[in-house]
């Protein structure tokens, strides 16, 4: 068996990429989220991260078809968010080129295709990490997509369906032939869920495959996680998920690191706070209609935008003042909230009560 070559450790700062003709730097991505990375999220995610792409959550090709109005608005982009990733996601190529069509006329600087979604209600249709089984359909999506579009294609994949049945490679191989632009890979299996840690060997092994951009994913939390990342498998870009939930500044973090700035400070309970205030108010207006950038913006006179803003957005609350004193008692009142106002009154009390 032949050695495998010692990577050249890189050193930070680490260069942007570009999929396409467009560029990504810095070399971090926010991943797609389903419920987590709607619009105005993935805005803090770029005003507070300053990361170097961001992606929607997935929408789905055959409700996009079927014209559901909730799966076209996940596909708004500002353009202070940009460069930005649509993903779609179904197994049908002809409504997902439909689907890519209409993603670049709502302004996708890149169209992005999921075969990694693990879940039984999406793999039950063929979709998602499903299409790691099926190559030829995998490919004659990743086909109809690029024939339909002209902006540079992008695909995110497991490391296969089956645990131990590495099948990226072969496929990424098809991928790149047919003009995918970018591959991205997290590294765990479809079987495995989130189970286990994710096997950055397999994002190497990827990268030996490819020529294209290979973006890494999977249990990158801290900047030093991030530049491991980088060494150990040659990928272009890290894409981080679950560490930026509520927190953009975890982002911002992995960002100095890897940009060779100094560390930011960490926000203090009362930032964390303004910016989960600011959070909602944005999601209000965006579940009311209205321009939702200005985090200064006035609340809508809309009580259902403003309940169901609030309702999505109370499980991931807590999250922004998880570890400070009292945050414990707070995560159930705010599971009890419906109003601007309520949430207002809970986190209000926290900072008040740590800083008095
Ligand atoms: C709440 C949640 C929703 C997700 N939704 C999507 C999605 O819509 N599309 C997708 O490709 N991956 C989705 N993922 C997977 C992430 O993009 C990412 O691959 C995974 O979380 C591993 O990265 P991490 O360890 O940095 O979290 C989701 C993950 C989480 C936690």
Redesign the pocket.
């Known amino acids: 068996m032949q050695a495998t070559p010692e990577l050249k450790r890189p050193q930070p700062p680490i260069p942007g990429f570009r999929i396409g003709g467009v560029l990504v730097d810095p070399p971090i991505l926010l ?7 709607n619009p105005p999220f993935r805005l803090l995610c770029k005003q507070i991260g300053g990361v170097g792409m961001v ?4 929408v789905s090709a055959v409700a996009l078809h079927y014209g559901a109005r909730k799966s076209a608005r996940k596909m708004a982009i500002l353009d202070a968010e940009r460069p930005a990733a649509i ?1 779609i ?1 179904g197994s049908d190529p002809s409504t997902m080129a439909d689907a890519a069509r209409m993603a670049v006329d709502l302004g996708a600087d890149v169209v ?1 295709i ?1 075969m ?2 693990w879940v039984p209600k999406v793999c039950r249709t063929g979709s ?1 990490a499903a299409l790691l089984r099926d190559p030829e359909q995998a490919v004659a999506v990743a086909r109809a997509v690029l024939r339909a579009v002209d902006v540079p294609v992008s695909v ?1 994949v ?1 490391a296969g369906y089956e645990q131990g049945r590495f099948a990226a490679p072969e496929l990424a191989r098809a991928f790149e032939a047919e003009g995918v632009a970018m591959i ?1 890979i ?1 590294a ?1 299996f479809a079987t495995q869920g ?1 189970d286990g840690t ?1 096997d950055w060997d397999l994002i190497r092994r990827l990268r030996d495959a490819v020529s294209i951009p290979l973006v890494g ?5 801290i900047g030093e996680d991030a530049l491991r990342m980088f060494h150990e498998t040659g990928c272009d870009g890290v ?7 509520s927190n953009p500044w975890a982002l911002a973090a992995i960002v100095a690191r890897v940009s060779d700035q100094p560390e930011p400070e960490p926000p203090t309970l009362e930032e964390r706070v303004r910016t989960a205030l600011r959070h909602v108010r944005m999601m209000i207006r965006y579940e009311a209609g209205a321009p939702y950038d200005d985090p200064d913006g006035p609340i809508p006179d809309d009580a259902a935008a403003e309940q169901r803003a609030v309702r999505h957005l109370r499980g991931q609350l807590p999250l922004y003042v998880k570890g400070f004193p009292g945050a414990a008692a707070v995560r159930k009142r705010l599971s009890e909230c419906s109003t601007y106002a309520e949430v207002r009154g809970v986190l209000g009390s926290l900072a008040e009560s740590a800083f008095p």
């Open positions: 991943a797609p989220m389903e419920d987590v990375t992606f929607t959550e997935f993903q996601f992005d999921n990694g979604c998602g995110k497991r991205t997290h765990r989130f994710a994913n999977g249990d990158v939390r894409m981080v998920g679950r560490a930026a939930i």
